[in-house]
C-alpha cells in the first residue's frame, strides 16, 4: 500500500508554469512506477504523464507533450510534474498514482491513489 499527497496546484494565469508535487510512502518507493492524471470538470479522468523506477523512461499524453515534464528523486519519494505554457484546457484536479509495473500510464495499473490538487488556469 502506498500513500499519496499532492500539493502545488493553484490558481495561474494562462502561459504560466505550474510545478505540483506528490510525497509517496508506505512501499519502496524506487520500485513504483508514478503517474499522473486529471480530471477536467465534467470530464472523465485522463492519463497525463507516467515516470519509471528509475526515472529513465517517461511517457506523456499528447495533450500536455512539449509543455509538461514529469521527474521523481527516490532519495526523497516525490515524484514532479512541471508544467509550462499552461492553457485553459489545462484546468483540472491533478492525481498522483502509484503503480507496481515499472511504468505505465493507465488507469488500471494504478493501484494507489491521492486525493487530487487543484489547477486553475484562469485570466
Known amino acids: 500500500q502506498v500513500q499519496l499527497v499532492e500539493s502545488g496546484g493553484g490558481l495561474v494565469q494562462p502561459g504560466g508554469s505550474l510545478r505540483l508535487s506528490c510525497a509517496a510512502s508506505?512501499?519502496?518507493?524506487?520500485?513504483?512506477?508514478m503517474g499522473w492524471f486529471r480530471r477536467a470538470p465534467g470530464k472523465a479522468r485522463e492519463f497525463v504523464a507516467a515516470?519509471?523506477?528509475?526515472?529513465?523512461?517517461?511517457l506523456y499524453a499528447d495533450s500536455v507533450k512539449g509543455r509538461s515534464t514529469i521527474s521523481r528523486d527516490n532519495t526523497k519519494s516525490t515524484v514532479y510534474l512541471q508544467m509550462i505554457s499552461l492553457k485553459l484546457e489545462d484546468t483540472a484536479v491533478y492525481y498522483c498514482?502509484?503503480?507496481?509495473?515499472?511504468?505505465?500510464?493507465?488507469?488500471?495499473?494504478?493501484?494507489?491513489w491521492g486525493s487530487g490538487t487543484l489547477v486553475t488556469v484562469s485570466s
Open positions: 508506505g512501499r519502496t518507493f524506487s520500485r513504483t512506477g
Open positions: 498514482a502509484a503503480s507496481p509495473d515499472i511504468i505505465c500510464g493507465r488507469e488500471e495499473c494504478m493501484e494507489n
Open positions: 515516470i519509471s523506477w528509475s526515472g529513465t523512461s517517461t
